[in-house]
């Protein structure tokens, strides 16, 4: 499904970040992605499961919620993390600043075998050992 | 523990070191050196103050094969120090969550390695900076916000997430000299919402799942007509984004747009209010007789304030969404008293603004290495450095930009050696060469930061640092006397033949 992923950030986010970069709560208030109760119906997908968004610049698999501040059908919301950002782009139009909002991208529900990653495997898989 | 040496002490007024309104009145209690106890915070800060000991390594880290394992300070700074000074093009980022005393020590390391120093507002509201120094803005202090303003915009912005006290402090929900606050009528709403949520989902279980209801569910929330609330003498508040915020709920008004299409929503508000007709319906899903309602709202007010968020910076347009924002304000002021301020981020992210402009000329992306400063931005930010693969070395100071910039971006970062500055393990200290964990600016340390109006606060220190655990200013310190060491051998060494 083509939809318009917009990231930013959440309460929850905030208060994962400051609890710990590397905690449970910090993974489960941002690897996740918030989707038109209408969208998930046309998708198939249940709330809780993984789901794969894909963007000119790769895609990633994280949880889908429903979003509580519908409708916006046509518009998901993934909040700022290592999640969102291995799905965005490095263009910045000669300001400094990437776009991460308002970005084109492809929902899909996961593949079976597909799961959400945590922190390190993540950084292991986009960026490899250091 | 003998009873004598048990301390509780109540510490008023701290400055809260998360979000950029800086809120100034928290009452952290702290019993044996511990925050037991934190009150007037909002979510964010009470998981600052009471959460930030659990997962930050005590002494600092050197990468051996492969590893992170424990080194002493001074082996740290050693490590930091050669890389800095072997390098040819180093990037110095983050400094929006220290104080502004460690941004100012950033600032001459920068020059001594001639490395780029950028700050994260090159990633937040640095579009917004580059529009300020286009087209100028007339703003205010937050204080004077509280006191006059009748007309709060959030466009773009979710203060209810990102500045959870902000509302509460400086805008709907203060008793200001000559404004009351709305929190009873925010009450009311939100009774009303509440019950109107419950007949919506009780009238769901008994509605027949046919294709028109599935159809009529798809349809997005369309602005028909302004609420009557919004032309009464009282405060008012309307929210502009592109998708239903928590911020919204709370509004008199929610005005939903088209993602990417502020900018065009903008500029048929301000041919508008020049009284010029409109040939189309509807600008970026709002209908035009909605616009010129809000128009008439916006010019009859007595005072308003446009706070604008990330949500112009970062999608289409960018700074020419802000040039549009401060030209309508500026429009505006032709028939009323109207001002416009960015919703800074970070706590200290105007700060790293501020003190950048002073001892550089420029706020962020300042390249000294010429040996003089030089600002270009989208060929000095540090975002398009790393993506074209320039740098050869980075220090982070309170920043997690593995965690926040784009893959290709990070992928050229964490290549290179890298040193990170900050209190606890985050997603670039795993990627690390050299990480130094620092006492927490605000609650560990001392030190100054800039509020979003600017207005510089006092950072308070409530707790004492572990002791292997230096502030931000003092690591940076430490580093640079070691480059200028190495600096000077090797140019004895030169000297010498």
């Not at chain 1, 429903?66 to 782009?89: C, D, E, N, Q, T």
């Not at chain 1, 300001?95 to 799961?115: D, L, N, R, Y």
């Amino acid at each position: 499904m083509n939809v318009t992923l917009l990231t930013g950030r959440t309460l929850r986010q905030g208060q994962g970040k400051e609890y710990g970069k590397l905690s449970e709560r910090y993974w489960k208030s941002v690897a996740i992605c918030e989707v038109d109760p209408s969208d998930l119906e046309a998708l198939g997908v249940k709330a809780g499961k993984p789901v794969k968004i894909t963007t000119g610049t790769g895609s990633v698999v994280v949880r889908v919620v429903k979003s509580l501040r519908g409708p916006h059908p046509g518009r998901i919301f993934v909040p700022y993390g290592p999640w969102a950002s291995v799905i965005i782009g490095s263009k910045t139009d000669g300001t400094g600043m990437p776009s991460f909002k308002g970005v084109q991208a492809v929902i899909e529900p996961a593949t079976e075998e597909s799961e959400v990653l945590k922190l390190q495997q993540l950084l292991q898989l986009h960026y490899g050992e250091k | 523990m003998a009873r004598s040496d048990y301390l509780m002490t109540i510490i008023s007024n701290v400055t809260c070191p998360v979000c950029g309104s800086l809120c100034d009145d928290l009452e952290i209690e702290v019993e044996n050196n511990v925050v037991t106890k934190v009150r007037n915070a909002c979510g964010v800060g009470e998981s600052k103050f009471l959460g930030y000991s659990g997962h930050r390594p005590l002494k600092p880290l050197i990468r051996e094969n492969g590893e992170l394992v424990e080194a002493s300070l001074s082996e740290a700074v050693k490590r930091s120090a050669k890389i800095l000074a072997e390098a040819r093009y180093p990037i110095l980022y983050g400094w929006s969550n220290t104080s502004c005393e460690a941004s100012r020590m950033g600032v001459e390391l920068a020059e001594e390695v001639g490395g780029v120093i950028d700050n994260t507002s090159t990633v937040c509201h640095g579009p917004s900076v580059l529009s300020i120094q286009d087209v100028g803005f007339s703003t205010a202090t937050l204080g004077q916000v509280r006191h006059r303003a009748d007309l709060i915009l959030y466009w773009g912005c979710n203060p209810w997430s990102a500045h959870p006290r902000h509302i509460e402090r400086y805008t709907s929900f203060t008793e200001g000299r000559f404004r009351h606050s709305e929190w009873h009528k925010y009450i009311a709403s939100l009774s009303a919402f509440r019950s109107g949520q419950r007949v919506e989902r009780a009238c769901r279980l008994t509605e027949e799942k046919s294709e028109a209801a599935v159809e009529r569910k798809a349809e997005p929330e369309r602005l028909t007509k302004l609420p009557p609330s919004l032309f009464e003498k009282e405060r008012k508040m309307i929210v502009v984004d592109v998708r239903r915020t928590r911020s919204a709920d709370i509004a008199d008004c929610f005005m939903q747009v088209e993602p990417n299409k502020d900018f065009e929503v903008f500029q048929a508000l301000r041919a508008l209010l020049k009284e010029e007709e409109l040939q189309v319906d509807q600008v970026g899903g709002v209908s035009v007789e909605v616009l010129e309602d809000l128009v008439d709202v916006l010019a009859s007010c007595e005072f308003g304030v446009l706070f604008f968020g990330v949500g112009l910076t970062m999608s289409e347009g960018k700074l020419r969404n802000i040039d549009a924002g401060i030209s309508l304000v500026r429009d505006l002021n032709q028939f009323t008293k109207f001002i416009i301020m960015p919703m800074r981020g970070h706590y200290n992210v105007t700060g790293a603004n501020v003190v950048s402009t002073w001892q550089t000329g420029y706020p962020f992306a300042v390249d000294m290495a010429h040996g003089y400063p030089r600002y270009n931005p989208g060929e000095t930010s540090v975002v398009d450095i790393l993506s074209r693969g320039e740098s050869d070395a980075a220090l982070i100071v309170a920043s997690d930009p593995v965690a926040h910039f784009p893959k290709e971006a990070v992928k050229n970062l964490v290549q290179k050696p890298l040193i990170v500055i900050d209190p606890e393990m985050n997603a670039t200290s795993l990627m690390a060469d050299v990480v130094f964990p620092c006492a927490i600016a605000g609650i560990e340390a001392e030190g100054t930061a800039y509020r979003m109006d600017r207005v510089p606060l006092p950072l308070k220190k409530v707790v004492k640092p572990p002791r292997t655990c230096l502030a931000d200013e003092e690591i940076v310190r430490r580093i640079l006397k070691e480059v200028r060491r190495i600096k000077k051998r090797e140019g004895e060494v030169v000297a010498n033949g």
